[in-house]
């Protein structure tokens, strides 16, 4: 078989998380080898992932914009663009968290005003 990647990928085992629509959906996967360009990742359902993702990799506290290339059973293979240090950015968890308490807040909000109109 032909390899047509640039640089050669090392094996690893790192946890990493799939992330897409604007981080309101996730996917906790595997990498099981990576590069600066690319990765392969193992993941439960790799049909449910779309084809444009940012792969974080919390152990070096960096993430990847990337694509996917191809599918197969549970694995995805990826092409990265350069990587992302996340020290000025919310870790995924707190963000995820922040947006349902504005949720929760404008839920209550726009409650506080019917209340307020019925007097």
Same mark, same amino acid.
């Given at each position: ?7 050669? /990928? =090392?094996?690893?085992? +790192?946890? %990493? @998380?799939? !992330? ?38 919390? /152990? =070096?506290?960096?993430? +990847?914009? %990337? @694509?996917? !290339? ?38 209550? /909000? ?10």
């Amino acid at each position: 078989m032909f390899d047509r990647r640039s640089t050669l /990928r =090392q094996r690893v085992y +790192y946890g %990493g @998380r799939l !992330v897409f629509q604007a981080r309101a959906s996730t996917f906790d996967c595997i990498v099981r080898n990576f590069s600066v360009n690319g990765a392969q990742v193992e993941v439960d359902n790799p049909a449910a992932v779309p084809d444009t993702v940012e792969l974080m990799i919390p /152990r =070096q506290g960096i993430s +990847y914009f %990337g @694509r996917i !290339v191809w599918r197969l059973e549970n694995m995805a293979g990826l092409v990265l663009e350069t990587p992302r240090r996340h020290v000025d950015s919310l870790p995924l968890d707190i963000a995820l968290r922040l947006r349902a308490t504005e949720r929760v807040n404008q839920q209550l /909000r726009t409650q506080l005003s019917e209340l307020r109109s019925q007097f």
